[in-house]
C-alpha cells in the first residue's frame, strides 16, 4: 500500500501544470499572470505573451533567481560570510549543514522544473510562425537553457572534470505530449550540456535581429545577443573555450552593449531601481517593481544595511579593491552590532516600493569570458586588450596588466571575482576551475564551522531532493548524501 500512494516529485509538478490558471493580465503589466490555463491552451500571439510573462515572473521567485540561486554563488564561496547578528536565514547553507531533506534544494530544484515545464508549453505550442512568436518562442528556450544550467551547475559535478557523471533529467516535452506522470533518470552532465547549447542555438536562430514591438525592448526581456552572452557563459563553464570565445565576439561587435564611461554613470547604473532601454552595462535582468517583488525575502533585502543585510563582504574580498577602483563604492564600511562590518551595496533600492533589478547577465562578464577565452586558446595580447578594458575601465588609476600564463588566468579570475562579486557566480568559477574553496572566518562577526571545501567535499554538489529519490526509482542521489 505505501508504493501505491508514493509521492511523484516531478510528475506532480507535471501534472501541475494541468491545473494552472490565468489572471487574465496584460502581459505588459507590474504584475503579470503567472501563466496561460492549460484548458485554454496557448491559441495566440496574447497567449503566448501571457504564458512567457508568467516564466519570467517565475524566474524572480526567492527559491530561484529572486534569491536563493543568486545568494549561494557568493555564501557557499568566499566572497560574503553570514554575520553573527542574522534574521536565522541561510544557516544550512553557510554551514555546509544541508542534507537531502534541506527546503533550500528542494526548492531550488522544483522551481527550476516548474520554469522548465512553463517553457516546454511555449515551445511546444501549434502557433503559425511569424516575427511575434518566433521572438516569444525564442525567449522560452533561452529560458529553458538557463534553468538547465543552473540545475547542472549546482546539482552535478562540473563538466570540466567529468563530463559522463549524472547531470539532471532531461524534460524537453510539454504534458500534453510527453505526458504528466514520469519518472526520468539523470541525463549525464555531457548530455544536459548539449540540451543547452542546442536550445541556445534554437532561439538565436528564430528570435528576429530587431525585437518586435508585441513586448518592450529593454533588458527585462531576453534579446537576441543575450542568448549569445548565455550561450558564451555555458561554453565557458563547459571548457569550450573556442565557443565561449567566437559567442562573446558576436555580443561584443553586434550587441551594441556598453560599460559606463566615468564614476556618474557607473554609480547611476547601481543606484537605478528601472531596466536599461539604453544596452549599458545589463544584458538580462529580472525586473522587480513596486507591484511584484519578494518584499524582506529578496535578494536586495538580504544584502542591504536598510534591509536585513545579514550577508557581509568578507575583510578578503574587501582587500581586493584599490582606492581608486569605483567598485569599491558599492561596498559601505559601517558597523554591525558593536562591530565594523562591510555592506553589499550593490542593491541599493530594498528599502523603496521599486526594488534593484536582479542583474542576470552584465555586459563586463562577456568581456572577461572572452579575455579568458583567448587567455586559454593561447592569444594573450588579445585577452590582455579584453581584462585591461574591464579593469581599467573601473579603476582609471591602473597600470594595464601585462602578465603570461598562469598569472594572466589568475588575474582574469580575479577580476571576475572583483566584477561580479554578490552576483551569485563565484562558486562556479571555483568549481569549474576544479579549485579548493577557502572561506574566511570572520569570528565574532560571522564564525564559520567550514572553512575549508576541498575538491573531493561531496558537499561541493547540492543534494537531489529527498522527495524525488523516494518518488522517483530512476534518479540517483548524489554520493554522500
Known sequence: MKNKFKYRYLSVLLAGMLLISSCGKSFLDEEPSTSVSVSKGILTDGDMMEALAGLYRNLDNYFLFGRNAVVFGDLLADNVYLSSTNSSRLLTQYSYTFVAGSPEAKLLWSQSYYSILQANRIIGSRLNVNNNINQL??????????????????????????????GVPLITLSTDIGGAFITPARNSVAQVYDQIISDLDSAYKIMPDVTPSIHATNSNFIAKYAVKAMQARAYLYKGDYANARDAALLVVKNGGYTLATDDASFNAYWGGAAARTDKLESIFELNNSAAANNGPEGLDY????????????????YALYTATDKRRGLIIDGTRGSYQAYFVNK??????????????????????????????LGDETTALLYLNQ????????????TYTGTSLTDAILRERRKELAFEGLRFFDLTRTNAEITRQNMGVKGYTSYPTVKTTDFRRLQPIPEAE???NPNINQNPGY
Open 347 to 376: 542593491y541599493q533600492n530594498a528599502a523603496k516600493t521599486d526594488k534593484d533589478e536582479i542583474k542576470l547577465l552584465r555586459y563586463a562578464e562577456v568581456l572577461l569570458t572572452l579575455s579568458e577565452s583567448y587567455a586559454r
Open 390 to 401: 574591464v579593469a581599467q575601465n573601473r579603476d582609471n588609476k591602473l597600470i594595464a596588466y
Open 469 to 471: 529519490t523516494s518518488a
Open 137 to 166: 518562442r525564442g525567449e522560452a528556450y533561452a529560458i529553458r537553457a538557463l534553468c538547465y544550467l543552473n540545475l547542472v551547475n549546482w546539482f552535478a559535478t562540473p563538466y570540466t572534470v567529468k563530463p559522463a557523471a549524472d
Open 302 to 317: 538580504i544584502y542591504s544595511r536598510s534591509g536585513l543585510g545579514d550577508l557581509l563582504v568578507t575583510d578578503d574580498t
